[in-house]
């Protein structure tokens, strides 16, 4: 599959500027485990949020913000979203999720003079 979202990709390896289209993580709102669930790693009051903006049955070339919040700013709130479970791809939240990679995010949550 190839995934074409134009972001920009932060050194931890996540998107921070940029949006995709819904078809591209809808999977992750409605049946990520082939049973009908959401993604266990989603924040549970974030998923009605993304549900709404990408039905199940909606349009997939919809397209939703990388970074919830600050989708045009290269600042820490795509790790803090990450930490709260409000990645919105699946290999972002995985930066979070994965103990070879948290630390990375953790890292960049603790920076603060680098975000202006």
């Not at 993304?50 to 397209?63: I, T, V, Y």
């Not at 989708?71 to 699946?90: A, M, Q, V």
């Amino acid at each position: 599959m190839l995934i074409y979202v134009h972001p920009f990709q932060n050194p931890a390896g996540g998107h921070t500027i940029g949006t995709t289209a819904c078809q591209f993580f809808r999977y992750r709102l409605y049946n990520f485990t082939s049973t009908g669930g959401a993604d266990p790693s989603i924040n549970a009051a974030f998923l009605p949020t993304l549900q709404s903006l990408c039905p199940a049955d909606g349009d997939g070339s919809r397209r939703v913000g990388l970074d919830n919040g600050s989708e045009n700013r290269f600042d820490s709130t795509f790790f803090s979203n990450l930490r709260d479970g409000r990645g919105i791809l699946e290999s972002d939240q995985k930066l979070w999720t994965d103990d070879s990679t948290k630390s990375f995010v953790q890292r960049y949550l603790g920076v603060r003079d680098c975000w202006g």
